[in-house]
Nanobody, 128 residues
Framework: QVQLVESGGGLVQPGGSLKLSCAAS????????AGWFRQTPDKEREGIST????????YYADSVKGRFTISRDYAKNAVYLQMNDLKPDDTGVYYC?????????????????????WGQGTQVTVSS
């Protein structure tokens, strides 16, 4: 059974840090592009960052460049998102997703429709 399970969300003060984890099972995440999306009640699901196994490229939304870092542990079949200098606008439910690597490139990585598998999400709240 294909599954992605996120963890690491929580409540943090502005300027703080969190590290999200996503563990894959039932398939080899190694062979897929792996990304993080964020959703809030008033917005569509937004692409935050993706790491593409096919060409080794990583992508970030402009709003998180320099603050967030995506990484992968191929041995653990996992992907992570280190989030630093968090801001209230970073609040939302964060989803891990996997896509066929040929679907991921500069003009598509942020589109939720390009991704095959999704986790259940983890809540991140940035508030004082």
């Amino acid at each position: 059974q294909v599954q992605l399970v996120e963890s690491g969300g929580g409540l943090v003060q502005p300027g703080g840090s969190l590290k999200l984890s996503c563990a894959a099972s039932g398939f080899a995440l190694t062979n897929y592009g792996a990304g993080w999306f964020r959703q809030t009640p008033d917005k569509e699901r937004e692409g935050i960052s993706t790491s593409n196994s096919g060409d080794g490229k990583t992508y970030y939304a402009d709003s998180v460049k320099g603050r967030f870092t995506i990484s992968r542990d191929y041995a653990k079949n996992a992907v992570y998102l280190q989030m630093n200098d968090l801001k209230p606008d970073d609040t939302g439910v964060y989803y891990c997703a996997a896509a066929f690597p040929t679907r991921i490139y500069g003009s598509t990585w942020y589109r939720a429709t390009e991704y095959e598998y999704w986790g259940q999400g983890t809540q991140v709240t940035v508030s004082s």
